[in-house]
């Protein structure tokens, strides 16, 4: 079981991630914070897997109370703001959400905070997909892109490809978070075989992925992480 905290001083905030947190079964919430001196008193009591911090707040922000912790727990930034989202990547935060915080979103984070916690000897450098009633292996490093046609997903390889029947949000859990990003609703591309970034697309070879509004903060994760900044 995953402990965790809320760290907001917005009642609201705090309400909607414990609905998220209630309804993940491998999530237990062990205290909402107001600030982030009530958080720094559950750190010295709890072992806390998992913080949800909030960015602005008063007295101390978010990433100033990070950068306080001799060994922070694993956070997931929350706030109204885009523009901090390359000191998060700096910071090392396993996500960074933009209020209000959905579901669906909301569950990203945690399937990519559950991926961290895999060891590295145990993680697969495959998947298994089943394609024309047989499981097929494929190398995770060989996909190019997926795009979603309606019920099924093209998977796009070096040597081929696949067509199969599951959802983009399972495709994004089941592929490994620092080899794949999804930039649009219908795609997810392997950031080893960018040739390019624009401004409203991602070049593949000869393919250019269009840029999905609600993925933008995606990509921008991505140049940072990228280029090193």
Known sequence: ?????????????????????????????????????????????????????????????GTDFILSLRN??????TTAFSEYAALSYELEAIDYLLKPVTLERFNMSIARFLKTQIRP??????????VDGKLVKIEHTGILYAQAIKDYIILCTLHGNYIVHMTMKG?????????????????????????????????????????GGNYKLNVDLLKTRISGL
């Open 121 to 130: 000897e145990q993680e697969q450098t495959y998947s298994y997909f089943k």
């Open 72 to 77: 922070p727990p694993a956070v997931v930034f």
């Open 1 to 61: 079981m995953v402990k965790c905290i809320v760290v907001d001083d917005e009642p609201l905030a705090q309400q909607v991630l414990e609905a998220h947190i209630l309804k993940t079964k491998e999530l237990h919430l062990v205290k909402k914070c107001a600030n982030a001196v009530e958080a720094f008193e559950i750190l010295g009591k709890e072992k806390i897997d998992l913080m949800f911090l909030d960015i602005k707040m008063p007295n101390l922000s």
């Open 171 to 211: 495709l994004e859990d089941l592929l490994p978070a620092n080899l794949f990003v999804r930039i649009h609703r219908s795609f997810i591309i392997g950031t080893s075989h960018i040739r390019a970034i624009e401004k409203s697309a991602v070049e593949l070879g000869k393919m250019k992925i269009p840029i």
